[in-house]
């Protein structure tokens, strides 16, 4: 790998770093909306029309765990997931321009 691009890769590394510091709060999971029943018999979701309902859900351990958001607080729950996956995204590509550089012998050496 030339001169060249080695510094082009560690450009890119570099504005990923900055891109990280940039992302915000984030949550591993996914919101999640439910159609419920109210148990109303005059009510229109006992005609098919369920009542929306926001939840976030997370998978630890093989559990899967749901807190309610309700609507207020679904748009920022979403923010939250959505961050996360970005990082995620940034990270994988960190990766490849980390393992190029290392196969081109461009990283720093630790002792």
Do not use: W
Not at 47 to 62: I, P
Not at 102 to 109: E, G, I, N, R, S
């Amino acid at each position: 790998m030339d001169k060249k691009n080695i510094q082009q890769l560690k450009r890119r590394r570099k504005g990923l770093e900055k891109k990280i510091a940039e992302i915000g709060p984030l949550m591993r999971g996914s919101v999640v909306e439910l159609g419920m029943t109210c148990g109303n018999p005059n009510c229109r979701c006992t005609r098919g029309e369920k009542h929306r309902k926001y939840y976030f859900s997370l998978n630890r351990k093989g559990k899967t765990k749901i807190i309610y958001l309700g609507k207020a607080r679904e748009p920022l729950a979403r923010q939250y997931s959505e961050n996360y996956k970005t990082l995620l995204d940034i990270v994988a590509e960190m990766t490849t321009i980390n393992m190029d550089l290392l196969k081109a012998d461009a990283l720093p050496k630790t002792r």
